[in-house]
């Protein structure tokens, strides 16, 4: 193989490459000059690439944050204050227990009928 033919083929390996490698986005600074906000506002603690709830609004709406409604915020569920006795007083232990013996009861009747 020619040396100019290789040449061509790294040029459209590299080509092909280029075309298929995805865009990087990057955060633009005038979004935050238009909307007056701060970075943080739109994107994540992770950075620039990724967008919390009103980024990906604004950037699905044509850029304007104009109609956004914050999800509801879910409230944590209270514990109970104090402990309900419901009126079963039965341990696992004896439940157990009982299961136990009441298979062993059945393996031992399965075994004797094939005796």
């Given amino acids: 193989m020619n040396k100019?033919?290789?040449?061509?083929?790294?040029?459209?390996i590299a080509l092909v490459f280029l075309l298929f490698t995805p865009s990087l986005a990057f955060a633009?600074?005038?979004?935050?000059?238009?909307?007056?906000?701060n970075c943080p506002f739109c994107h994540t603690r992770d950075g620039p690439p990724q967008l919390n709830e009103i980024g990906v609004y604004y950037v699905t709406h044509n850029h304007s944050?104009?109609?956004y409604v914050p999800?509801?915020?879910?409230?944590?569920?209270?514990?109970?204050?104090?402990?309900?006795?419901?009126?079963?007083h039965m341990t696992t232990w004896d439940v157990g227990m009982r299961a136990?013996?009441?298979?062993?009861?059945?393996?031992?009747?399965?075994?004797?009928?094939?005796?």
């Fill in 100 to 115: 136990f013996s009441i298979l062993l009861l059945m393996l031992l009747v399965v075994y004797l009928i094939r005796l």
């Fill in 71 to 88: 999800a509801p915020k879910a409230t944590p569920t209270p514990e109970p204050i104090k402990e309900i006795e419901i009126g079963v």
């Fill in 28 to 37: 633009r600074p005038e979004y935050a000059v238009k909307e007056s906000r």
């Fill in 4 to 12: 100019r033919r290789f040449n061509k083929i790294i040029i459209l």
């Fill in 65 to 67: 944050a104009e109609g």
